[in-house]
């Protein structure tokens, strides 16, 4: 039962903004009395909304001293912003770690205390990085090829020019050798600038179309000790995207993982699933988004060699042998074109790539 103190009316609908956030949030008094929960705090804790407000939140962490101590500083107005870290005591659950932000706000005997979840913000930074690392690579790869195109032509040029000039079998063969290796320089060099070149086609997209075809074209190449199994929310709703583009990046997601399940293949249990759902209240690039597709493309392969799973979408990285290590890094290209985001989560036995477009 709420306590007599707490707003009612028009000051708690001031409050109903905080239930479109996704890190947790409580208005709460000085004496720590709490004022109002939004929805992620509630989901969060395992409790209503109506059994948090009224009650004393310190009592909500599994030591209550810190914010306790920090109410207080913020009575004696003793900061504007404090941080520490602390862990909820969930009503059902292990305990969640979590970073608290306490902020006083304009509002006299009043704080708002919000807690990002560790795991969340590691995330968060995580996506920051990968972003960042994403353009890095567009700009050097493509300044990287076009430098190496022009004087590979003249390479491929001047061994065909020798080529002419040459009598003996034997030394056509080394020309031969040059000709056949720029050739296969140029193709890397193409791949390489192929998102760069290409145009955005925009149109409606129906995700599940793109499943059907790529599941149609991995089965052609993988006909035998393979299953492929669809999980589809069919209430997404259609899109605006270059389907191309989409089918191209969950190919390139799908055949690596086909590639890692040879030896599954092989005894006949190999598995690859295709899973469709809706997030909702999704922050991923730096962006909040009400609505958001998630693609799952998960097998029960051997999983991403330690090595490289942080590297997995740089270029030229790749765990198999003879692999370009291209395929990811294009898949991750035409994902975020469509301001979406591919993530990787895998151990031996189950590695799951999530591709995460927003919804309109």
Not at 70 to 84: H, W
Request: hydrophobic letters at 40%.
């Amino acid at each position: 039962m709420a306590s007599p103190s707490a707003p009612a009316g028009p000051t708690a609908a001031e409050f109903q903004p905080f239930d479109l956030l996704a890190t947790l949030v409580a208005v709460v008094r000085f004496e720590g009395t709490v004022l109002f929960a939004n929805a992620a705090l509630e989901d969060a804790l395992g409790l209503s909304r109506r059994s948090i407000e009224g009650s004393d939140f310190a009592q909500a962490f599994t030591d209550p001293a810190p914010l306790r101590t920090a109410l207080q500083g913020a009575r004696s107005n003793d900061f504007a912003v404090l941080r520490y870290d602390a862990a909820l005591a969930r009503h059902a659950g292990e305990p969640l770690s979590v970073h608290v932000v306490v902020v006083q706000t304009e509002r006299p005997g009043e704080v708002v205390v919000e807690m990002l979840p560790l795991e969340q913000q590691a995330r968060q930074e995580r996506e920051e990085r990968l972003i960042d690392q994403a353009l890095a690579n567009k700009e050097l790869i493509r300044n990287l090829a076009h430098e190496i195109k022009n004087p590979l032509g003249g390479i491929r040029g001047a061994a065909q020019l020798l080529e002419m000039e040459i009598d003996s079998r034997e030394l056509k063969e080394y020309t031969q050798v040059i000709i056949h290796e720029a050739d296969r320089l140029q193709t890397l060099v193409d791949r390489l600038l192929a998102p760069h070149r290409r145009p955005h086609v925009v149109g409606d997209v129906n995700i599940h179309e793109v499943c059907e075809r790529v599941r149609s074209l991995i089965l052609a190449e993988f006909p035998r000790g393979l299953r492929v199994v669809r999980e589809y929310d069919t209430s997404l709703p259609e899109f605006r995207g270059d389907k191309e583009q989409l089918i191209q990046a969950v190919l390139n997601i799908a055949h690596n993982a086909c590639q890692a399940l040879a030896e599954r293949i092989v005894a006949g249990d190999a598995e690859l699933r295709l899973r469709t759902r809706i997030a909702r209240q999704v922050t991923f690039g730096k962006q909040r988004y009400r609505l958001a597709l998630e693609l799952h493309v998960i097998d029960n392969g051997p999983g991403v060699p330690p090595a490289i799973k942080d590297r997995i979408f740089y270029p030229l990285v790749s765990g198999r042998e003879g692999g370009s290590g291209l395929g990811l890094t294009l898949a991750q290209t035409f994902v975020q074109q469509h301001h979406g985001l591919i993530e990787c989560d895998s151990v031996p036995g189950r590695t799951d790539f999530k591709i995460l477009i927003p919804l309109p």
